[in-house]
């Protein structure tokens, strides 16, 4: 399987996880907070990691530097774009939500005041659409 494959499979995961905390936890008392919320999205942040890692393994050419980007846009994009939340309606939540759901828990909404299913696919297509330029860059480069 190749690494966008598995990039897909920690999203796919951590839609479980979130299962769990939503779809089980929520219903044994536990209450939302930023403060467990923000270690849980963290979690991400190690496509930071793995991209520093392959930079460190690799012959440290041009191309190495944009493929080490690569894959850790290819971990944070997403992420920024929700894709661990459509996973979740989709896969664990009986389908996408109505357009009258307002998505309180994304950061856009604290940025933009308002957020739903429409807005969330549309910045998940965005996010995809530059990881997917990205890559086209770092694999069409000389050496």
Known sequence: MGLLG????????????????????????LRFSFGWAVFYWWVFGFGLAVGFAYWLGSGRSRR?????????????LPFLGGLENILWFVVWGGGLPDANVIWWWTPWYGLFGFWNIFMQ????????SVVV?????????PE
């Open 64 to 76: 190495d530097f944009w493929v080490s980007l690569c894959i850790f846009l290819s971990v944070v």
């Open 121 to 128: 696919i549309t910045a998940l297509c965005v996010t995809f």
């Open 133 to 141: 330029a990205f890559w086209g860059l770092a694999l069409h480069r």
């Open 6 to 29: 598995r990039i897909f499979l920690l999203f796919v995961f951590m839609a479980g996880l979130n299962f769990v905390v939503h779809g089980v936890l929520y219903g044994f008392g």
